[in-house]
């Protein structure tokens, strides 16, 4: 590829992301989907790789019958209300659609089977921007119409991706694909509050975005695609590997690290709103994603590769991360002290 295309690229899904997010009407949010989508395709397949084709491919078909569905729903709300507006969503069919279309977006069970398989045929940075930025529109439509939304239904739909989501990571040794049912864990969480508090979704899907970029910048400097590549990693670059266990452990939503803060308050809010099984329901699931988190974790410092010498360390190491690598991972591991303030602004 043309080293001038990637800028290019990367301007036009910042185009692309803020149409869509400062706009009023259905047509120009399907638009800024649309250029988001052209944009990403490229940058998905870049490496001509075969796996990478297979990737774009499926990324473009899915995208696409997700973006004909959003307009289905706008035009079938429009011809029952005469209404445009994003947050006028309120013929029933239009908002079951919706649901359906930015399910198919943002990889939500049942429609998540794409992701995993797109994530894998990219690069690690590219799996970065779909992770985070390519989910950031999708949810902010979802934000904009949350009054109109069934929650029984997204309820069902977070269960079942917060099951999968760290059902299916058990078995993964690729770390693409351990991100990508990450990810999908994730936004069940995201899903399950949305009706209920869409500041809380949205502080939710900030702090992931957070701690994922931090994982994967880690684990882009380290070159590391499997777990026995995070295995023999330890002794090139010490410090990076501890970081990114405890960023795992913060993913993992454990207490003294900034995942807990949104898990916390997810289950606080669930509980003033008396839906208390669906609360314990989903904290006992994200046990699942806890294991994989921990067999990451596991590999990255608390065992070392057989090494021919006496040495842990080599003499040569790789240079240090980049400075937004080193200030995600202290937001990812140290903001819980500042919960309350956080939780107060937003």
Known sequence: MNPHATPILVLSLALGTTITISSNHWVLAWTGLEINTLAVIPLISKSHHPRAVEAATKYFLTQAAASALVLFSSMTNAWATGQWDITQ?????????LTAAIAIKLGLVPFHFWFPEVL???SLMTALLLSTLMKFPPLTLLLMTSKSLNPALLTTMAL???ALGGWMGLNQTQTRKILAFSSI???GWIAIILVYSP??????????????SAVFMALNKIKALNLSMILTSWTKTPVLNATLMLVL?????????????PKWLIIQELT??????AAMAIAMLSLLSLFFYLRLAY????????NLSNHMKQWYTSKPPSTLTAILASLSILLLPLSPMIHAIV
């Open 160 to 162: 079942a991706s917060a």
């Open 199 to 212: 500041k809380l979704a949205l502080l939710t899907f900030y702090l992931y975005a957070i701690m994922t």
């Open 299 to 306: 590999h990255s410092t608390i065992t070392l590769p057989p």
């Open 272 to 277: 003033k709103q008396e839906m208390t099984p």
């Open 120 to 122: 894998q045929g990219s």
């Open 185 to 187: 864990a994730h936004l």
């Open 89 to 97: 969503l309120n013929h029933p069919t239009s908002c079951l659609l």
């Open 249 to 261: 452990l913060s993913l993992a939503g454990l207490p003294p690290l900034t995942g807990f803060m």
